[in-house]
């Protein structure tokens, strides 16, 4: 596999002693490409604010570059790809926080539709409850379309992941090592299958060991890569918690699962209902949170990078039966709501709602104003 020069000169940076990702964009910013980084002198690296003269002398001595070689066999071996900052499909929404790290380590693939995510994290020692509405939850979201981040440990990340593969959705892990190692090493069967339906992501180099203080920052990218946070189980010393408060700061939403007052497992989840966190009981409580914002996802997609109508999309015989309406003419939500009348007005609205905005997010339909709904052509 070819690197570009680019991707070597963000790799190259990226194994600098003291280069952090604030500097590595200060000094880009400033002098131009990665490439013309390298190039500069002590004294315009020096100049950068937030530079210091030893990290500048490690850029003009391109200090790390001797492990570049093996890190570029680690890559080669792995089948994986380097995704730089500047480069097409870096995820949209980690490029909108407030840090994206310049350089992702990705195994699998990265696509457009990956800014319609939710994150899903919780205890590593879980209980049959919250199993059970883990899986719920990530079916419902899987139906509809959303793509299901975690963290790929023991326990509800690994069961969020599970439930997105199983309901034929797109999945993607940020692991605090690198993709050399899968850690826990029980999960390289489930490592695999994300690979092969979505991503596993890392921000760091190949041979990294899953150090305890490379979490925190695992974490916040889980919480960057997503519109919204589930906590589904957690201690009060739990690291979802780490990556609830990561969603705060990105001004990401923040949703959590009620458990049992008398569990352990429950009081990191309890406290953040109390905190304000949004209580979730099932996954149509996100999509209602998530509904004005999702339509304004909708409207800003480029044409081109919508999926291709097509009729054979996997749909229930319901959403088919709506889209087979709607084909035949621009309907309003009023004349369709009749079709639900078997159920109570507040289900009902939910129920349609949710149809309509799955057609939309595969790209079958698009809403005008005064909420009517056409067929894409």
Sequence with gaps: MAHSSSQIAWLTLSFVPGMTPRRLFALIEQLGTPQQVLQAGYEELVAVPGMDAITARNVVGHEGSVHLEHELELIEEHSVQLVCYYDDHYPMNLKNG????????????????????ISVVGS??????????????????????????????????????????????????????????????????????????????????????????????????????SLGTLIVEASRKSGALITAQCALEENRAVYAVPGDITRRNSQGTNALIQAGAKLVQSGDDILEDLHFLLRGLLKEEEPEARIEAKPETRLSVEERYVYSLIQGEPLSFESLLPLYDRVPQRQRVGLLSTILLKLEMQGLVRQLPGKVFTAKV
């Design 98 to 117: 407030s840090l994206p790290p310049p350089l992702l380590y990705v195994k699998g693939t990265l696509n457009h539709q990956d800014r319609f995510a």
């Design 124 to 225: 590593r020692i879980n209980t049959q409850y919250g199993k059970s509405v883990c899986k719920d939850i990530c079916k419902r979201l899987a139906e509809v379309g959303f793509i299901i981040v975690s963290g790929m440990a023991k326990g509800i990340d690994g069961i969020a992941h599970e439930a997105a593969l199983e309901n034929g959705a797109r999945t993607i892990a940020v692991l605090g090592s690198g993709l050399a190692r899968c850690y826990p090493a029980e999960n390289r069967r489930l490592m695999n299958a994300i690979t092969k339906h979505g991503a596993v992501i890392s921000t760091y180099p190949m041979e990294t060991p899953p150090n305890k203080g490379n979490f925190p920052e695992r974490n916040a990218v889980i919480a960057s890569l």
